[in-house]
């Protein structure tokens, strides 16, 4: 392990051991970190690394085993807890109080005292944007609204040390740059910032960063420090379109490939050390495919230090039905309008998805897409238009059209309460399998997704990756044609979302058709197409590439990433809107 230079922290762990069970392996083990005032500190790892148990470490919320945890030279159990912000994962705003009502519930919890109040109400309402929306309630934000008022609440009084566990969840690109750049702002005033987060772009601008595994810190210091380490070993592989999820997996199954994504049209690779470019024969690429260097990416190191991705050959796929291919498109959107009182959600959505094709519907939080989403899968009755789904008509024929999906909510929502195996013998009686088939469906996922450990778990209190499996597994055992996917791996760290896309592409091989909203851009690479929703309506359709190009020409951008087109798009639209 590699510690950069760091001095004057606001809190330190040192040597930090913690065990939730007696004979159970550590949470921690030996885990030692500084946070430094003035500076943006990342923690980073997979599911289940030890991040959140450091972090309420640093609160003062446990004690640990072994070693120390101080906060401005004071046991963190110790210390003036009024000079820690702490948003959880899941900060608990109450959704029928208003926004102002939030921030005065806080500061009552927090001993602000009265006369301070109204200007540090004001005062956190601007920087955050929130002051047009004080009076509205919690539950009524979008997501990015919502993670804005929790890091207000979190700073109702003006800490010295800031603690974010994963701010970034479920929030659109444009709300996590503006999230971003508040709590930069404020680590340029002198607070000590840690931020835990799944999103690999956000930990590779922060100052420093803390890799976590298993417990373990694997890596301290700079992220280029780390990204520097394969340097040379990326390349784009340009084959075409079509094949590139076959041209994946076989790619992904060679000995010298480490990792590999699809972007856009191409492919990215990582190798193994010493082994120089993929050689087009021992991946499967035509002979005069274009294979460029391509500069690393701190994901690409992050994943490479965990010991590279999953293989490329999905078990799920390998057991799944072949799903027979015609003309007739699977997902057919007709002017899809929904309105809410005077509000409108979404207005004259229009797509159409042949079938074994992955389409994702991506756009800002409150956009109108999981309304889309709901209304396509029959949990919506639209106000006018129409759709089909494998045939189905939504209006005449909408109990044949959800048998024959699989559907996987933007939350959690199975049953908390219930464990693993009972979910799994619910979901699948709801979906029509009995006997037999029943056993042999329950047994199949429980095997490929590594359920067997929790099955007499209560799913509620699973880990996030495994819940994510269990929710997944839910929506495949009766194999439908069609899969809609809302948000399936936000939260999860990159070597689970990885998993999920192999098995994603492998089910389109075997002629899935898969409907997917996401806020990780570089899955919405995966997409053969791509729909922009924004304020409730379609601006933007195309591959991701086309979205790309558009960008690069509204914006004068070279080579833009599809984040940097979502984000050109999106404003691109409120320029019209504003001239209109």
């Not at 500084?34 to 943006?40: E, F, H, N, T």
């Not at 939350?411 to 309460?417: A, H, I, N, T, V």
């Not at 939260?491 to 979302?497: L, Q, T």
Request: charged share 25%.
């Amino acid at each position: 392990m590699e510690v950069g230079n760091m001095d004057g922290p606001v809190a330190t762990a040192h040597e930090v051991t913690k065990r939730f069970a007696k004979d159970g392996p550590p949470a921690l083990d030996a885990v030692s970190i500084d946070i430094v005032a003035g500076r943006m500190t990342g923690l980073v790892g997979p599911d289940g690394a030890g991040k959140t148990t450091l972090i309420r470490l640093l609160a003062g919320l446990l004690d640990p085993d072994g070693g120390t945890v101080d906060v401005q030279n004071l046991p963190a159990v110790d210390a003036d807890h009024a000079a820690i912000g702490y948003m959880p994962q899941r900060f608990g705003l109450y959704e029928d109080l208003s926004v102002i009502e939030n921030l005065s519930l806080y500061a009552n919890l927090r001993g602000l005292p009265a006369s301070e109040r109204d200007a540090r109400f004001r005062e956190l309402l601007a920087f955050t944007d929130l002051e047009r929306f004080r009076t509205r309630l919690a539950g009524k934000l979008s997501g990015g609204m919502k993670q804005k008022l929790g890091l207000a609440c979190a700073m109702v009084k003006a800490p010295k040390l800031l603690l974010l566990d994963e701010p970034g969840v479920g929030v659109d690109p444009v709300s996590r740059r503006e999230l971003w750049a508040m709590v930069r702002n404020l680590a340029g005033e002198g607070i000590g910032v840690l931020w835990s987060t799944a999103y690999l772009d956000e930990a590779e601008k922060c100052d420093t960063v803390f890799l976590l595994n298993e417990g373990k810190l694997l890596y301290a210091g700079e992220p280029a420090r780390l990204t520097g380490r394969i340097e040379g070993r990326v390349y784009r592989v340009f084959a075409g379109a079509d094949g590139r999820r076959k041209l994946l997996e076989r790619a992904l199954n060679d000995k010298d490939v480490t990792d590999g994504t699809i972007q856009g049209a191409s492919l990215r690779l990582v190798m193994k050390p010493d082994v120089g470019a993929p050689r087009p024969a021992a991946i499967g690429a035509p002979a005069d495919c274009r294979i460029e260097a391509t500069a690393p990416r701190f994901e690409d190191a992050f994943v490479d230090i965990l010991g590279g991705g999953p293989p490329g050959t999905s078990a799920l796929a390998q057991a799944y039905r072949s799903i027979p291919q015609t003309q007739e498109p699977a997902i057919v959107a007709e002017r899809l309008t929904k309105q809410f009182g005077a509000f409108t959600a979404a207005s004259n959505i229009s797509f159409s998805v042949p079938r074994g094709q992955i389409f994702g519907l991506l756009g800002p939080n409150g956009a109108g897409k999981s309304t889309t989403f709901k209304m396509l899968c029959g949990l919506l009755t639209p106000t006018s238009g129409g759709g089909q789904v494998a045939g189905h008509d939504l209006r005449k024929a909408r109990a044949e059209a959800r048998q024959s999906l699989g559907y996987m909510a933007q939350k959690f929502s199975l049953y908390g309460d219930l464990s693993v195996q009972q979910n799994l013998n619910f979901f699948s009686g709801v979906y029509g399998l009995t006997g037999t088939r029943q056993r042999e469906a329950i047994g199949r996922v429980v095997e490929i997704f590594h359920l067997k450990d929790y099955l007499s778990v209560n799913s509620g209190t699973m880990p996030l990756g495994f819940k994510q499996r269990l929710a997944l597994a839910c929506a495949v055992m009766h194999q439908p044609p069609v899969l809609f996917l809302d948000e399936p791996t936000s939260g999860v760290d990159p070597i689970v979302r990885r998993e999920f896309w192999t098995h994603i592409n492998g089910l389109v091989e075997h002629g899935v058709t898969v409907l997917v909203t996401t806020h990780f851009m570089d899955e919405a690479e995966y997409c053969d197409r791509i729909a922009l929703i924004y304020r409730g309506e379609e601006i933007a359709i195309g591959t991701p590439d086309d979205l790309k190009t558009q960008a690069a020409a509204k914006a004068g951008l070279d080579d833009p990433t599809l984040e940097d087109a979502f984000i050109t798009l999106i404003e691109e639209s409120d320029k019209q809107r504003e001239a209109a």
